[in-house]
């Protein structure tokens, strides 16, 4: 069941992106199209990104083209957190401790890897490599940004992401901002592991 709460978080970050003017906002996504593109790629969206994209549709640049992009460029973007894991398994000698012992070989790594990340939640593009953890009566995510092995919070909620990348009053007391931290399973070690090593 949709959260109200979630939905009014995600209706209000749509609206305070469409009053900061830095994005062509279009019609949002109907039901149907959001039951459609859940179902085609596999995942629900989280229930302020749902409200988000329903409220309006933010194209253009680096915003992912929900209503008629490219299929196989949406499932990239879709994909590209876990290969981003990848290639910090092949690369960096990142290894989740939940997953054993690292094999010595670094194909099999790679592979024990790969079997391992199929269970973890999945991430949802927002804007460029900023994303959301899907998961239907699921809300108040922080914001992620992903580049390779680097992984930060770049907004402690969809609201406060909006004003990190598009700017405008932050409207919320200094004192009264949360903390910031990966609420999703496995994506919150990993947090935890980026930040350690960079």
Do not use: C
Not at 10 to 37: M, S, V
Not at 46 to 74: E, S
Not at 102 to 110: E, F, G, I, K, Y
Not at 144 to 172: K, T, W
């Amino acid at each position: 069941m949709i959260n109200p709460f979630g939905v009014s978080l995600g209706a209000k970050a749509a609206r305070l992106l469409a009053r900061l003017g830095r994005a062509e906002i279009r019609p949002g996504l109907t039901e149907q199209e959001l039951t459609g593109i859940e179902a085609r790629f596999g995942f629900a969206f989280a229930d302020d990104h749902r409200a988000f994209l329903a409220v309006g549709l933010p194209t253009g640049g680096a915003w992912p083209d929900w209503r008629h992009g490219n299929a196989a460029q949406l499932r990239s973007w879709l994909d590209r957190p876990v290969e981003d894991v990848i290639f910090a398994v092949a690369e960096a000698d990142f290894w989740h401790p939940s997953w054993g012992t690292r094999p010595a070989r670094q194909t099999d790594a790679v592979a024990g890897a790969r079997a391992h990340l199929a269970s973890v939640p999945q991430l949802v593009p927002v804007y460029s490599h900023r994303y959301l953890p899907a998961g239907q009566a699921t809300f108040a995510h922080p914001v992620l940004s992903i580049r390779g092995a680097d992984i930060i919070p770049y907004g402690y909620d969809l609201i406060d992401y909006v004003h990190q990348e598009f700017g405008g009053p932050q409207g919320r007391a200094d004192e009264e901002r949360h903390v910031v931290a990966a609420t999703a399973a496995f994506w919150s070690d990993f947090l935890s592991w980026s930040n350690r090593e960079g």
